[in-house]
Nanobody, 124 residues
Framework: QVQLVESGGGLVQAGGSLRLSCTASGRTFSRLNMGWFRQAPGKERELVSAIRWSGGLTYYADSVRDRFTISRDNAKNTVYLQMNSLKPEDTAVYYC?????????????????WGQGTQVTVSS
């Protein structure tokens, strides 16, 4: 089992920035691919960004590419999502997720472990 705890959500004006953090426990962090998902009211959950265990490969959804940056610190068991130039349509609950190395890190279906979510609200 993997336990994931997110932090860093909040209310921000359009054009602002937030950094989400997710700390993992319960399994060797460096043997996990990590992802950030989001779910807005009335919409399906979507994979926003993902990073391979080594940090050498990253994935971004088209809607966030060039605005969001994912990174990880394996020594701190933590993955981050830096969100810049935020838009009202980025408003959602953001979830951290973990996947075993056997899965494809950029595939939403690979993720088995989930955090509780953190609310991000972007006002116009």
């Amino acid at each position: 089992q993997v336990q994931l705890v997110e932090s860093g959500g909040g209310l921000v004006q359009a054009g602002g920035s937030l950094r989400l953090s997710c700390t993992a426990s319960g399994r060797t962090f460096s043997r996990l691919n990590m992802g950030w998902f989001r779910q807005a009211p009335g919409k399906e959950r979507e994979l926003v960004s993902a990073i391979r265990w080594s940090g050498g490969l990253t994935y971004y959804a088209d809607s966030v590419r060039d605005r969001f940056t994912i990174s990880r610190d394996n020594a701190k068991n933590t993955v981050y999502l830096q969100m810049n130039s935020l838009k009202p349509e980025d408003t959602a609950v953001y979830y951290c997720a973990a996947a075993a190395l056997s899965g494809t890190y950029s595939s939403a279906s690979a993720y088995d472990f989930w955090g509780q979510g953190t609310q991000v609200t972007v006002s116009s």
